[in-house]
Each structure stands twice: as C-alpha cells, then as structure tokens.
C-alpha cells in the first residue's frame, strides 16, 4: 500500500521549514509527541540538533523508526520472561 508523501510547514528553533514524509511517519511522530506531552515542533527541533548528516525528513524518519524498533524490543524483552502456570504460582508464593 502506497502512502503519500505529505508536506508541512514547522517552526523549528525559531524558522519555518518544511518537511515531507509519508503519513504513517507523520502519524509515529504525533504518538510520540503525544507520549512525551511535547509538541511536534518541538520533537522535530531536538531531532535537528542531533542529527548528523542525513536530510531533515530523513532524519525524522530514522527517529520514527527507531523509536517503533525501541518500543518493539521492550515489548519483546517483557515477553521473554517464562510464564508460570497457577501451580507453579502457587508454589512460589
């Protein structure tokens, strides 16, 4: 499934940029923004001060990226502990 490329103005450290990304990336950058109770402006200003030497889209993109990729292994690692059965619960306590 092809998802557009949607661009938009933001305010990053006091100027007006615009960044195209696809909307699955813009909908990852509103979740985390949501979860850090920061604005995207602001998440999007962070991000251009760390970068190295990709483009600000791409960039933006990678830190979606990661951040899933993050959240992924957490979920995995929480999952990774065996589960105990009621008998086996009973035991323990």
């Given at each position: 499934m092809k998802s557009p490329i949607i661009?938009?103005?933001i305010s990053v450290a006091g100027h007006k940029t615009n960044i195209s990304l696809e909307d699955?990336?813009?909908t990852g950058l509103r979740e985390i923004a949501?979860?850090?109770?920061m604005s995207i402006s602001a998440i999007i200003a962070d991000i251009d001060?760390?970068?190295q030497h990709a483009n600000l889209s791409s960039a933006v993109r990678l830190?979606?990226?990661?951040?899933?990729?993050?959240?992924?292994?957490?979920?995995?690692?929480?999952?990774?502990?065996p589960e105990r059965?009621?008998?086996?619960?009973?035991r323990a306590s």
């Open positions: 661009k938009r103005s699955a990336f813009w949501r979860s850090r109770a001060m760390r970068r830190f979606v990226l990661e951040h899933a990729q993050a959240e992924a292994a957490a979920r995995a690692a929480g999952s990774a502990a059965s009621d008998a086996e619960g009973a």
